[in-house]
């Protein structure tokens, strides 16, 4: 049963900071790091994998008519269904770049390293402090931004660093108009997602899985709803300009991991 509400925790974590911009690699991290040695650490790739199902599952539900209508213009060969999906194939070459090259790397960072996870936290609050200050643009996707976009969201492979508010941040000081900032920040990660947790599935050895089904059914069944529900709402607070409350959220949860790791530990 223990197994179960921390799988629903997990499932809830990611679900919402998958979308919002608090960073979902931060945060597991943190909760991993708390619940230590009687947490699911032997099992952990399996259940990221399950997790991420799930919020990519909740990402093509909010999205179904634009993944529709892109999918349809691309096999109609439609001239701006192609373009825009030429820029999100652009927006993931930085990402997939950097995760090829540097995955011994990059694996390493993530090992309850809390003072990375918090300072990154707080570089995240200070980006969204200060991108909730730009009223954004009229300006739509092109290949340019694409990029820049993309290598935001290479950046944001580090944890600590909220993928979302990275590229909705960079997009915002693009010139971007908000709607579609949020709207290309969530269907760019769609492919990657994918790729990784296929990547992870190739990789993975799961033959001696101690974690019962019931509980990845219960943290997919968790990311999947929360993650619904914070994607719709992110896509809101994007509009209205509420990213400034996150900024102050991620500084405080930031401040409070390194206090943890330099002062209380």
């Not at 690699?25 to 909760?31: F, K």
């Not at 609050?125 to 931004?145: E, F, H, M, P, T």
């Amino acid at each position: 049963m223990l197994e179960h509400l921390k799988a629903l925790l997990l499932g809830i974590i990611q679900g919402l900071t998958e979308f919002l911009p608090v960073s979902s690699s931060g945060h597991l991290e943190l909760a991993n790091y708390f619940f230590g040695e009687r947490g699911i650490p032997k099992d952990q790739v399996l259940m990221t994998v399950t997790l991420h199902l799930a919020t990519v599952l909740a990402t093509l539900i909010v999205f179904r008519k634009d993944i529709q209508s892109i999918l349809k213009g691309v096999f109609r060969r439609e001239k701006s269904a192609l373009q825009y999906a030429g820029f999100i194939i652009l927006s993931m070459i930085p990402a997939v770049f950097i995760g090829l090259v540097f995955e011994d790397v990059i694996d390493a960072l993530f090992d309850s390293n809390i003072l990375l996870v918090g300072s990154m936290l707080i570089l995240t609050g200070i980006g969204l402090l200060v991108s909730d200050k730009v009223k954004g643009g009229k300006l739509q996707i092109r290949n340019a931004s694409a990029l820049l976009i993309g290598f935001a969201q290479a950046i944001a492979i580090l944890p600590g660093i909220s993928r979302s508010g990275a590229t909705i941040g960079t997009a915002l000081l693009l010139g971007v108009n908000r709607e579609e900032a949020a709207r290309f920040s969530f269907l760019m990660v769609i492919p990657v997602i994918l790729g990784k947790v296929a990547l992870d599935i190739i990789q993975g050895d799961y033959t001696h899985t101690t974690l019962p089904f019931t509980v990845l059914l219960v943290g997919f069944f968790a990311a999947l709803i929360s993650g619904y529900f914070a994607c719709r709402w992110m896509t809101s607070i994007v509009r209205r300009a509420r990213l400034a409350y996150f900024g102050w959220y991620c500084l405080t949860i930031g401040l409070i991991g390194v206090a943890w790791v330099l002062v209380i530990r």
